[in-house]
Nanobody
Framework: QVQVVESGGGLVQAGGSLRLSCTAS????????MAWFRQAPGKEREGVSC????????YYADSVKGRFTISRDNVKNTLYLHMNSLKPEDTAMYYC?????????????????????WGQGTQVTVSS
């Protein structure tokens, strides 16, 4: 049984930083690209970032480029999202996701329909 668990969310002031973590079990972590999504109240779930199986290639939403960095540790089966210069508009529930057995981020990586495994999310709140 696949389990995906996010952690590291919290309340932070604008301009601050947070690091989210995601651990995955029940799958061969190194075989999968991994992604972060977020969903704010009343809005669609949107892709934030995706990283390929080896960590060599990553993609970002325009809204977070230059501020967020995705990384992974295949020994620890853990995905990270380093978030700097946080803004109130970054407030959302953040989700970790894995696609259906692909080691690479597809051209449509930000489409939630391409992902099979999801965590329960971790809340990030940025105060102004």
């Amino acid at each position: 049984q696949v389990q995906v668990v996010e952690s590291g969310g919290g309340l932070v002031q604008a301009g601050g930083s947070l690091r989210l973590s995601c651990t995955a079990s029940g799958l061969t972590f190194v075989d999968y690209a991994m992604a972060w999504f977020r969903q704010a109240p009343g809005k669609e779930r949107e892709g934030v970032s995706c990283i390929d199986w080896y960590g060599a290639t990553s993609y970002y939403a325009d809204s977070v480029k230059g501020r967020f960095t995705i990384s992974r540790d295949n020994v620890k089966n853990t995905l990270y999202l380093h978030m700097n210069s946080l803004k109130p508009e970054d407030t959302a529930m953040y989700y970790c996701a894995a696609p259906a057995a692909s080691g690479y981020c597809s051209g449509s990586w930000s489409n939630r329909n391409g992902y099979k495994y999801w965590g329960q999310g971790t809340q990030v709140t940025v105060s102004s």
